[in-house]
């Protein structure tokens, strides 16, 4: 692997953490519910 892939790699698993504790911060509700289900699939169909 090269280093530039390595840094990529690095930033999105960076970029998900954020994303996953944005959404925790939320207040429990359908919402939220539906965004981790909507970053699930996303996840899913990236990979």
């Known amino acids: 692997m090269s280093f530039a892939q390595y840094r990529a790699a690095r ?4 970029d998900r953490r954020r994303l996953y504790a944005r959404i925790a911060a939320m207040p429990h509700s359908t919402v ?15 990979h």
């Open 32 to 46: 939220r519910d539906e965004l981790v289900a909507v970053a699930q699939r996303y996840e899913r169909s990236a």
């Open 11 to 14: 930033q999105v698993a960076r």
